[in-house]
């Protein structure tokens, strides 16, 4: 089992796109919780315990956060500005989840500090496949930084 007792933060506007990532993740047996927001503001109210999760605990932040770039509200580069631009969440996982093509949004998203860069697959297989390798790769393989103020 992937992920048993991590959070995911999914950052999705399309509701077929939210769908199709839970029926994946489901498909490949990942527990972990899924979070969803459908806007860049909502992500931001959820991260930083603001609006209307302003009862959520801040320290409790999730194990990653998949990013699409093309939000209502407030633009994913945009979040991941202020995702990187605070101290309790520069160091938080951030993967662009998007189906951009554009360089500049691949060159943004990096600039900005996304760990990492994927083109959503239109392709269900092909879906279920991406969201199982990211699932092993954030979740179980990569070491995370420890949160800030908790370093020895």
């Not at 991941?80 to 631009?85: F, Q, V, W």
């Not at 092993?136 to 908790?150: D, I, K, M, Q, S």
Request: glycine share 8%.
């Amino acid at each position: 089992m992937i992920g048993k007792g991590q959070t995911i933060l999914l950052v999705e506007d399309n509701a077929d796109d939210v769908e199709l990532t839970r029926r994946a993740f489901a498909k490949n047996n990942m527990i972990s919780e899924l979070v969803v927001v459908r806007d860049g503001q909502e992500a931001l109210d959820y991260l930083f315990a603001t609006g209307a999760y302003g009862d959520r605990d801040p320290a409790a932040l999730p194990d990653a956060v998949l990013l699409d770039l093309k939000l209502p509200k407030i633009s994913g580069l945009d979040v991941l500005r202020h995702i990187r631009a605070a101290e309790a969440t520069k160091r938080l996982p951030v993967i662009v989840l998007t189906t951009s093509k554009e360089q500049t949004d691949i060159v943004g998203s990096y600039e900005l500090g996304a760990n990492s860069y994927v083109r959503k697959p239109v392709d269900f297989g092909q879906f279920v496949e991406a969201a199982r390798q990211l699932g092993v790769y954030w979740l179980t393989l990569n070491e995370r930084a420890p949160a800030l103020g908790r370093l020895p």
